[in-house]
Structures are given as C-alpha cells and as structure tokens.
C-alpha cells in the first residue's frame, strides 16, 4: 500500500499500516530454524551409524536408553520453550538498541551462561544419581 492511503482503505476505518517483515526479527529466527535443521539432518546420519554399527542388540537398547534423558532436555532448551521465548525477546532488544549497544549482547551472555549452568548442573546429578536413573529409564 502506498504512504496516501485513506482510512477508507484501512480494516476498521483504522489508519493504514504496512505489514514489513523486520530484519532484525529475521535474523535471529532464520539461524534458530538453520540450526535445527541442521540438527535433524546430524542426528539422521547419528541414527543411521549407529544401526549400522550396533544393530538390534542389549548394547544398542543401552544407548538408546542413556541418550533419552539429554534428547529430553535438548528438546526443551533447543527446540522448545528457551528458543521460542529467547529470538522474540531477543529480536526486540536488537531491534530497540542495534548491533552497536551492549543491551543485546549482555541478554544473549546472561542466557548463555544460564544455560550452560544449569546443564552443568544437570549433568552432575545425572552422573551421580546415574544408578537409580536407569533402573527407571528400563
């Protein structure tokens, strides 16, 4: 729509307002959904080795069993709640400070450095309740 549209034009009689896909809002999501893809295709090829090399046998059930625990929690940081509430927020402080601020930067290291904490974290007790997690997984 051009810049003199009437307000006849516009839904609701409302003044006209142009629909622009923001750059900053591209960005953060095009590499969000490249990295899962990405992902997907790496863990086709994981997948495939390991039929190749383990078969149907206790060995693979057993790797199957202790990868389901960390494919849970990918799932939720990686693909789920974390990127679906970080690129928006994300965007946004992009968006209101630019590249050349710190506010953005600052966001995106105080998420990471949550992140890499918690799964710190997660690890560990996974490591030391390891024995009672899998007689639950099986």
Do not use: C
């Not at 992009?94 to 600052?106: A, C, Q, W, Y």
């Not at 105080?110 to 639950?136: E, Q």
Request: aromatic share 6%; net charge neutral; charged share 15%.
């Amino acid at each position: 729509m051009s810049d003199t549209a009437s307000a006849a034009d516009a839904p609701h009689g409302g003044p006209v307002e142009e629909h622009r896909l923001n750059p900053f809002r591209q960005r953060p999501a095009a590499a969000v959904g490249a990295g899962i893809f990405l992902s997907r295709i790496t863990g086709l090829a994981r997948d495939s080795a390991v039929a190749a090399f383990l078969g149907t046998n206790l060995l693979a059930d057993a790797y199957f069993a202790a990868i389901k625990i960390p494919n849970i929690i990918r799932n939720l940081l990686g693909e789920g709640t974390l990127s679906a509430s970080f690129v928006p927020v994300y965007s946004e402080a992009l968006e209101k400070h630019g590249t050349s601020s710190d506010s953005p930067t600052r966001l995106a290291s105080s998420v990471l450095g949550f992140v890499l904490t918690a799964a710190v974290l997660l690890s560990s007790l996974g490591v030391i309740l390891a024995p009672w997690i899998t007689i639950l997984v099986m």
